[in-house]
């Protein structure tokens, strides 16, 4: 069984951070290196959007403009694990985030490149 599954979300005050998680596990996770991870947002009404990716080795990583400076995603592949380090939240980066994965070199921003999916952690922000 193939499963992301994402956690840290919460509620926070505009200017606080957050630190998600999500891990892999599943036969198709065995070598997790081999997969380029993302993180996207849904906000309610609107599409999901990307956030961040990095290369399977971690050496590559992409943001949105509007998170670049605010977020760092990183991932620890001894533990099957990505992270995104969400520093200086607004209140428009309330939605629910995340993390995908694709069995490819390069980070690409479609969610239709992402073969496999997390149900999703509950980010909210107060203004």
């Known amino acids: 069984q193939v499963q992301l599954v994402e956690s840290g979300g919460g509620l926070v005050q505009a200017g606080g951070s957050l630190r998600l998680s999500c891990a892999a596990s599943?036969?198709?996770?065995?070598?997790?290196?081999?997969?380029?991870m993302g993180w996207f947002r849904q906000a309610p009404g609107e599409e999901r959007e990307f956030v961040a990716g990095?290369?399977?080795?971690?050496?590559?990583?992409y943001y949105t403009d509007s998170v670049k400076g605010r977020f760092t995603i990183s991932r620890d592949n001894a533990k099957n694990t990505v992270f995104l380090q969400m520093n200086s939240l607004k209140p428009e980066d309330t939605a629910v985030y995340y993390c995908?994965?694709?069995?490819?070199?390069?980070?690409?921003?479609?969610?239709?490149?992402?073969?496999?999916w997390g149900q999703g952690t509950q980010v909210t922000v107060s203004s």
């Open positions: 990095i290369q399977r080795s971690g050496g590559g990583t």
């Open positions: 995908a994965a694709r069995d490819g070199a390069y980070i690409l921003t479609s969610t239709g490149a992402y073969k496999y």
């Open positions: 599943g036969r198709t996770f065995s070598i997790f290196s081999s997969y380029t």
